[in-house]
Protein backbone atom coordinates (compact mmCIF):
# COMPACT_ATOMS: atom_id res chain seq x y z
CA UNK A 1 0.00 0.00 0.00
CA UNK A 2 1.39 2.99 -1.08
CA UNK A 3 1.83 6.21 1.66
CA UNK A 4 -1.46 8.13 1.88
CA UNK A 5 -2.13 11.70 2.60
CA UNK A 6 -3.17 12.55 5.89
CA UNK A 7 -6.50 14.27 5.22
CA UNK A 8 -9.04 11.84 4.38
CA UNK A 9 -8.45 9.74 7.75
CA UNK A 10 -8.14 13.13 10.03
CA UNK A 11 -11.62 13.77 8.33
CA UNK A 12 -13.12 10.58 9.26
CA UNK A 13 -11.59 10.63 12.56
CA UNK A 14 -13.00 14.44 12.93
CA UNK A 15 -16.55 12.99 11.50
CA UNK A 16 -16.41 9.91 13.78
CA UNK A 17 -15.00 11.73 16.85
CA UNK A 18 -11.82 9.73 17.44
CA UNK A 19 -8.49 10.58 17.05
CA UNK A 20 -5.37 9.38 14.70
CA UNK A 21 -2.24 8.57 16.43
CA UNK A 22 1.35 10.37 15.08
CA UNK A 23 3.91 8.54 16.51
CA UNK A 24 7.16 10.21 16.04
CA UNK A 25 10.03 7.86 14.14
CA UNK A 26 13.82 8.01 14.95
CA UNK A 27 15.01 4.38 13.19
CA UNK A 28 14.03 1.26 11.69
CA UNK A 29 12.91 -0.73 14.96
CA UNK A 30 10.68 2.80 15.60
CA UNK A 31 9.27 2.20 12.38
CA UNK A 32 8.46 -1.40 12.32
CA UNK A 33 7.04 -1.67 16.18
CA UNK A 34 4.62 1.19 14.84
CA UNK A 35 3.34 -0.20 11.46
CA UNK A 36 3.25 -3.78 13.19
CA UNK A 37 0.96 -2.37 16.07
CA UNK A 38 -1.32 -0.42 13.79
CA UNK A 39 -1.64 -3.21 11.31
CA UNK A 40 -2.71 -5.05 14.51
CA UNK A 41 -5.39 -3.08 15.85
CA UNK A 42 -6.42 -2.33 11.65
CA UNK A 43 -6.11 1.29 13.23
CA UNK A 44 -4.85 4.11 10.28
CA UNK A 45 -1.37 5.75 11.30
CA UNK A 46 0.71 8.88 10.66
CA UNK A 47 4.44 8.53 11.39
CA UNK A 48 5.86 11.85 12.07
CA UNK A 49 9.66 12.58 11.61
CA UNK A 50 11.12 15.62 12.99
CA UNK A 51 13.61 17.38 10.99
CA UNK A 52 16.24 16.74 13.60
CA UNK A 53 15.55 12.84 13.51
CA UNK A 54 15.16 12.99 9.40
CA UNK A 55 18.68 14.45 9.57
CA UNK A 56 19.64 11.46 12.04
CA UNK A 57 18.57 8.82 9.44
CA UNK A 58 20.54 9.82 6.79
CA UNK A 59 18.04 12.71 5.40
CA UNK A 60 14.51 12.48 3.98
CA UNK A 61 14.78 10.32 1.02
CA UNK A 62 16.45 7.50 2.96
CA UNK A 63 13.42 7.92 5.31
CA UNK A 64 11.17 7.79 2.40
CA UNK A 65 12.56 4.62 0.60
CA UNK A 66 12.66 2.84 4.38
CA UNK A 67 9.09 3.29 4.66
CA UNK A 68 7.88 2.78 1.70
CA UNK A 69 9.66 -0.29 1.93
CA UNK A 70 8.86 -1.51 5.04
CA UNK A 71 5.11 -1.05 4.23
CA UNK A 72 5.42 -3.29 1.56
CA UNK A 73 7.43 -5.88 2.94
CA UNK A 74 5.25 -5.96 6.08
CA UNK A 75 2.19 -5.97 4.29
CA UNK A 76 0.86 -3.33 6.04
CA UNK A 77 -3.06 -2.61 4.72
CA UNK A 78 -3.73 0.02 7.34
CA UNK A 79 -3.42 3.94 5.37
CA UNK A 80 0.16 5.33 6.58
CA UNK A 81 0.65 8.50 6.71
CA UNK A 82 4.73 10.10 6.23
CA UNK A 83 4.48 13.52 7.80
CA UNK A 84 7.45 16.12 8.54
CA UNK A 85 6.89 17.51 11.89
CA UNK A 86 7.83 20.87 13.11
CA UNK A 87 8.94 21.39 9.69
CA UNK A 88 10.82 24.16 8.44
CA UNK A 89 10.36 26.47 5.94
CA UNK A 90 13.26 25.09 3.67
CA UNK A 91 12.39 21.95 5.30
CA UNK A 92 8.81 21.52 4.19
CA UNK A 93 9.36 22.48 1.04
CA UNK A 94 12.83 19.55 1.25
CA UNK A 95 10.51 16.91 2.61
CA UNK A 96 8.00 16.96 -0.21
CA UNK A 97 10.23 17.14 -2.82
CA UNK A 98 11.27 13.70 -1.50
CA UNK A 99 7.98 12.28 -1.41
CA UNK A 100 6.69 12.77 1.90
CA UNK A 101 2.62 12.84 2.10
CA UNK A 102 1.91 15.36 5.00
CA UNK A 103 3.77 18.26 5.82
CA UNK A 104 3.63 20.24 9.03
CA UNK A 105 5.04 24.07 8.18
CA UNK A 106 5.57 25.50 11.54
CA UNK A 107 5.61 29.32 11.39
CA UNK A 108 4.82 29.91 14.84
CA UNK A 109 7.77 32.05 15.70
CA UNK A 110 7.29 33.99 12.96
CA UNK A 111 5.32 37.42 13.35
CA UNK A 112 1.54 36.42 12.27
CA UNK A 113 1.20 38.07 8.89
CA UNK A 114 5.12 36.09 7.99
CA UNK A 115 3.50 33.13 9.45
CA UNK A 116 0.45 33.32 7.35
CA UNK A 117 2.39 34.40 3.68
CA UNK A 118 4.20 31.64 4.27
CA UNK A 119 1.82 28.89 4.98
CA UNK A 120 -0.39 29.87 2.16
CA UNK A 121 2.49 29.09 -0.37
CA UNK A 122 3.59 25.72 1.46
CA UNK A 123 -0.05 24.66 1.59
CA UNK A 124 -0.49 25.91 -2.39
CA UNK A 125 2.71 24.09 -2.98
CA UNK A 126 1.52 20.51 -0.77
CA UNK A 127 -1.94 20.66 -2.58
CA UNK A 128 -0.70 20.54 -6.02
CA UNK A 129 0.89 17.55 -5.27
CA UNK A 130 -2.07 15.91 -3.68
CA UNK A 131 -0.11 16.07 0.05
CA UNK A 132 -1.88 17.13 3.22
CA UNK A 133 -0.37 20.34 5.13
CA UNK A 134 -0.82 21.02 9.11
CA UNK A 135 -0.05 24.78 10.13
CA UNK A 136 0.45 25.91 13.78
CA UNK A 137 -0.93 29.14 15.06
CA UNK A 138 0.46 29.77 18.80
CA UNK A 139 3.62 27.99 19.99
CA UNK A 140 3.60 24.77 21.66
CA UNK A 141 5.33 24.16 24.78
CA UNK A 142 8.65 23.16 25.28
CA UNK A 143 11.55 21.97 22.89
CA UNK A 144 11.64 20.34 19.62
CA UNK A 145 14.62 20.41 17.90
CA UNK A 146 15.95 23.53 18.73
CA UNK A 147 12.52 25.39 18.53
CA UNK A 148 11.45 26.66 21.93
CA UNK A 149 8.08 27.65 22.36
CA UNK A 150 6.26 28.70 26.22
CA UNK A 151 3.32 27.38 25.55
CA UNK A 152 1.23 30.36 25.10
CA UNK A 153 -2.66 29.47 23.77
CA UNK A 154 -3.45 30.63 20.75
CA UNK A 155 -5.87 33.09 19.19
CA UNK A 156 -8.61 31.93 17.93
CA UNK A 157 -9.07 34.69 15.00
CA UNK A 158 -5.80 34.11 14.05
CA UNK A 159 -6.75 30.30 13.68
CA UNK A 160 -9.18 31.10 11.76
CA UNK A 161 -7.52 33.35 9.23
CA UNK A 162 -4.75 30.27 8.76
CA UNK A 163 -8.15 27.59 8.60
CA UNK A 164 -9.13 29.65 5.79
CA UNK A 165 -6.28 29.44 3.59
CA UNK A 166 -7.23 25.73 3.00
CA UNK A 167 -4.81 23.98 5.59
CA UNK A 168 -5.87 20.30 6.09
CA UNK A 169 -5.09 20.37 10.03
CA UNK A 170 -4.29 23.25 12.39
CA UNK A 171 -2.29 23.03 15.09
CA UNK A 172 -2.93 25.58 18.22
CA UNK A 173 -1.57 26.32 21.24
CA UNK A 174 -3.72 25.38 24.27
CA UNK A 175 -1.16 24.99 26.87
CA UNK A 176 0.54 21.76 25.96
CA UNK A 177 4.03 21.13 25.74
CA UNK A 178 6.57 19.14 24.47
CA UNK A 179 8.58 16.82 26.58
CA UNK A 180 7.30 15.75 30.41
CA UNK A 181 4.61 18.14 31.77
CA UNK A 182 5.95 19.23 35.22
CA UNK A 183 3.77 18.92 38.36
CA UNK A 184 2.63 22.50 38.05
CA UNK A 185 0.89 21.90 34.80
CA UNK A 186 -2.34 23.84 34.74
CA UNK A 187 -4.07 21.50 32.12
CA UNK A 188 -5.42 22.12 29.03
CA UNK A 189 -7.36 25.43 28.04
CA UNK A 190 -10.66 23.77 26.60
CA UNK A 191 -12.62 27.30 26.67
CA UNK A 192 -10.13 28.23 24.06
CA UNK A 193 -10.24 24.77 22.16
CA UNK A 194 -13.49 25.21 22.01
CA UNK A 195 -13.57 29.10 20.32
CA UNK A 196 -11.25 27.72 18.17
CA UNK A 197 -13.12 24.88 16.74
CA UNK A 198 -16.19 27.03 16.42
CA UNK A 199 -14.40 29.64 13.99
CA UNK A 200 -12.29 27.04 12.10
CA UNK A 201 -15.48 25.96 10.80
CA UNK A 202 -15.06 22.26 12.47
CA UNK A 203 -11.00 21.93 11.24
CA UNK A 204 -9.22 18.74 12.41
CA UNK A 205 -7.17 19.96 15.24
CA UNK A 206 -4.18 18.79 16.12
CA UNK A 207 -2.72 18.06 19.56
CA UNK A 208 1.23 18.41 19.95
CA UNK A 209 2.64 17.19 23.07
CA UNK A 210 0.16 14.18 23.85
CA UNK A 211 2.34 12.10 26.12
CA UNK A 212 1.41 12.41 29.75
CA UNK A 213 -2.11 14.21 29.09
CA UNK A 214 -4.59 12.31 31.30
CA UNK A 215 -7.24 10.14 29.59
CA UNK A 216 -9.83 12.67 30.61
CA UNK A 217 -8.26 15.23 28.76
CA UNK A 218 -7.46 13.22 25.79
CA UNK A 219 -11.07 12.69 25.63
CA UNK A 220 -12.62 15.67 26.23
CA UNK A 221 -10.16 17.59 23.45
CA UNK A 222 -11.13 14.59 21.17
CA UNK A 223 -14.44 15.41 21.56
CA UNK A 224 -13.63 19.17 21.33
CA UNK A 225 -12.54 18.70 17.03
CA UNK A 226 -9.18 17.17 17.93
CA UNK A 227 -8.69 14.44 15.14
CA UNK A 228 -4.31 14.20 15.49
CA UNK A 229 -2.56 13.71 18.70
CA UNK A 230 1.32 13.31 18.45
CA UNK A 231 3.24 11.06 20.93
CA UNK A 232 7.03 10.66 20.74
CA UNK A 233 8.42 11.02 24.40
CA UNK A 234 6.36 8.20 26.09
CA UNK A 235 7.83 6.06 23.34
CA UNK A 236 11.25 7.33 24.17
CA UNK A 237 10.71 6.10 28.04
CA UNK A 238 9.26 3.27 27.29
CA UNK A 239 12.43 1.97 25.08
CA UNK A 240 14.94 3.55 27.37
CA UNK A 241 13.17 1.93 30.70
CA UNK A 242 13.02 -1.60 28.97
CA UNK A 243 16.71 -1.63 27.66
CA UNK A 244 17.84 -0.26 31.10
CA UNK A 245 16.06 -3.21 32.72
CA UNK A 246 17.61 -5.98 30.10
CA UNK A 247 21.03 -4.52 30.68
CA UNK A 248 20.73 -3.97 34.83
CA UNK A 249 19.48 -7.75 34.50
CA UNK A 250 22.76 -8.48 32.96
CA UNK A 251 20.67 -10.40 30.14
CA UNK A 252 23.68 -8.69 27.30
CA UNK A 253 26.50 -11.10 28.99
CA UNK A 254 24.45 -14.40 28.82
CA UNK A 255 25.11 -16.13 25.68
CA UNK A 256 24.89 -13.28 22.54
CA UNK A 257 22.49 -11.46 24.24
CA UNK A 258 24.97 -8.41 23.13
CA UNK A 259 23.53 -8.99 19.72
CA UNK A 260 21.52 -5.54 19.08
CA UNK A 261 18.43 -7.53 17.82
CA UNK A 262 18.61 -9.06 21.27
CA UNK A 263 19.54 -5.77 22.89
CA UNK A 264 16.90 -3.95 21.38
CA UNK A 265 14.10 -6.60 21.70
CA UNK A 266 12.32 -5.52 24.78
CA UNK A 267 12.31 -1.52 24.25
CA UNK A 268 10.65 -2.22 20.95
CA UNK A 269 7.89 -4.95 22.77
CA UNK A 270 7.49 -1.90 24.73
CA UNK A 271 6.99 0.51 22.05
CA UNK A 272 4.37 -1.41 19.97
CA UNK A 273 2.84 -2.16 23.48
CA UNK A 274 3.00 1.60 24.20
CA UNK A 275 1.48 2.27 20.46
CA UNK A 276 -1.52 -0.66 21.26
CA UNK A 277 -2.12 1.28 24.38
CA UNK A 278 -2.19 4.90 22.65
CA UNK A 279 -4.86 3.77 19.99
CA UNK A 280 -7.36 2.57 22.02
CA UNK A 281 -7.28 5.39 23.83
CA UNK A 282 -7.43 7.41 20.96
CA UNK A 283 -10.43 5.49 19.74
CA UNK A 284 -8.58 4.78 16.36
CA UNK A 285 -8.51 1.08 16.75
CA UNK A 286 -10.22 -0.61 13.92
CA UNK A 287 -10.90 2.26 12.00
CA UNK A 288 -8.51 1.66 9.03
Not at 10 to 21: D, F, I, N, P, Q
Request: net charge negative; hydrophobic share 40%.
Amino acid sequence: MALVSAKEMLEKAHAGHYAVGQFNINNLEWTKMILLACEEAKSPVILGVSEGAGKYMTGYKTVVAMVEAMVESLGITVPVALHLDHGSYEGAKAALEAGFSSIMFDGSHYPFEENLEKSKEIIELCHSKGVSVECEVGAIGGEEDGVVGSGEVADPQECKVIADLGVDMLAAGIGNIHGKYPENWAGLNFDVLGQIQDVTSGKPLVLHGGSGIPTDQIKKAISLGVSKINVNTELQLVFADATRKYIEAGKDLEGKGYDPRKLLAPGCDAIKAEVLNKVKEFGSEGQA
